[in-house]
């Protein structure tokens, strides 16, 4: 799919609702935007790629071979032809696209619209191996797959990505190591009975028939009684911060469309104490949970759930004064704890999530898991020859697709200029963008960085939801993600 491609698509769209918008304001917006232009670049395929322009030498071995990993291959094989790069990812289809599984939910895509073969995206020149890495040992400069086989390296990226922990909740089983795989075990409980999960393809997939079926739950209920719809954060670091209220916002529609919305309850239940960790877009957020009608509790983490009579068990947690500290001249803070059944009809359950145990135990690991790097350059705290990026770097607000794309530039560019005895002057500032889908037909495009402040890249005011927006979504980003960042060209 060619740049003028995915225009074209996105005009005619445009074109069929010249209420919304002309094709003048949608240029305007897509090629003033810098995020926009640079996705519709990016998405160009066939384009000739610059010359190497570092003579570095030297075995990359990168492990993980997802959106980020992958990228970066690309990318270091763009910059430095003669480095010996190999990448190494057990699953086939580890390059999918992972943010289109909450359209997959809604019912706006297929699953086999986000599904993409791993082989297919193997950089030219880079090696592959179709394992896992079982062992770390950074102090020798190898890795261990499979239990067996020894790969060393001169430089390493670590870019596994992160673990969905359902076994974290009681009631239900099974660790997901990968969106696409090994998710049996899992599903006996998540996915049937009104119990459901975006967080992996089939679990999307689940999801769109479970909507299907409280819509028609709905048509039939009689009584005065609302059901209930739940939708859950829990109390770790996760992936796609906003993907929660996304599907929130996306199952409202599609109630609002059959024309039952008043018969269901939506309540969102999250473990923090706000909506968004930027204060401009928990304010928008939370006036939109008004206007939609949305109930919302604080400080809840769910904890145990029985997926047969459907009742789902929060910790619901807060903090009260305790004893007097003299020393300190004020009083110790207790976290208090009550426990709380909520019945539901429909649930949606976000894990917890955490490093993959062979990271988290090894000494590229740390106490919480997370790979700890410099958080401006990538770079591993400890060992200067090894990196880590996407959802298993130990960076603020970093586990997103878009935190990603920003990445793994910096780092490609730092890993050279160590190879090459340089500084490393390229930085990554925090910067990621959530498109958060509110309808089906808008998108708030919550672009932000460290600062937590909103970073928009169009002077238009970022806590309006957009149609356009919706557009970039829909037809842009995933070509600009598999045909741009995969190749590394954006």
């Not at 019912?107 to 890495?133: E, N």
Request: proline residues 5%.
């Amino acid at each position: 799919m060619k740049k003028n491609k995915i225009l074209e698509e996105i005009l005619n769209e445009v074109d069929k609702h010249p209420e919304i918008m002309s094709r003048r304001e949608a240029l305007k917006y897509l090629t003033m935007s810098p995020l926009a232009a640079s996705v519709l670049a990016g998405a160009t395929v066939g384009a000739t790629t610059a010359s190497a322009s570092s003579s570095a030498k030297g075995r990359v071995v990168i492990v993980g071979g997802g959106l980020a990993g992958m990228s970066t291959a690309a990318l270091l094989k763009n910059t430095a032809s003669d480095l010996d790069i190999t990448v190494i990812e057990p699953d086939p289809t580890s390059v999918s696209y992972q943010p289109g599984q909450t359209l997959v939910a809604a019912g706006i895509w297929d699953k086999g619209d986000i599904t993409y073969k791993r082989d297919d995206f193997v950089p030219s020149g880079v090696k592959l191996i179709k394992g896992a890495v079982t062992g770390f040992d950074p102090e020798n400069n190898k890795v261990i797959v499979d239990g067996a086989q020894e790969v060393s390296y001169d430089q390493m990226v670590v870019a596994t990505g992160l673990m969905l922990n359902y076994a974290g909740i009681k009631g239900l089983d099974g660790v997901i190591t990968s969106s696409g795989a090994d998710n049996a075990v899992v599903r006996q409980k998540i996915g049937k009975n009104g119990t459901h999960s975006i967080y992996f393809r089939d679990g999307a997939a689940d999801t769109w028939k479970g909507i299907q079926e409280l819509v028609a739950k709905a048509k039939a209920h009689k009584g005065p009684e609302k059901l209930q719809a739940l939708f859950t954060h829990p109390n770790t670091p996760i992936k796609c911060g906003g993907a929660p209220k996304k599907i929130m916002y996306l199952t409202h529609a599609r109630l609002e469309e059959a024309g039952v919305r008043d018969k269901v309850e939506l309540t969102f239940l999250p473990n923090g104490s706000a909506m968004f960790g930027v204060k401009e877009y928990h304010d928008a957020i939370l006036q939109q949970f008004k206007d939609r009608g949305f109930k919302w509790e604080y400080a809840h983490n769910l904890v145990e759930i029985d997926t047969d009579a459907k009742v789902a068990i929060f910790d619901k947690h807060w903090k009260e004064k305790g004893a007097f500290d003299e020393d300190l001249d004020e009083y110790v803070m207790v976290t208090k704890h009550e426990y709380k059944e909520y019945k539901y009809d429909f649930i949606h359950v976000t894990p917890p999530m955490k490093a993959p145990e062979e990271v988290a135990k090894s000494a590229v690991g740390s106490g919480q898991g997370w790979v700890p790097v410099t958080k401006e350059t990538l770079q591993h705290a400890k060992y200067k020859n090894v990196w880590a990026l996407g959802d298993v770097a130990a960076v603020p607000m970093g586990k997103t697709g878009g935190s990603a794309r920003k990445q793994y530039r910096v780092l490609v560019e730092n890993m050279v200029a160590s190879m090459e005895g340089k500084p490393l002057t390229s930085k990554y500032g925090g910067y990621t963008v959530c498109p958060l889908i509110t309808s089906i037909g808008t998108v708030m495009l919550a672009e932000f960085d460290w600062s937590k402040k909103p970073t928009p890249s169009f002077p238009l005011d970022p806590t309006k939801e957009r149609w356009i927006w919706w557009l970039l979504k829909v037809y842009a980003l995933k070509p600009m993600t598999i045909y741009g960042m995969l190749s590394g060209k954006a």
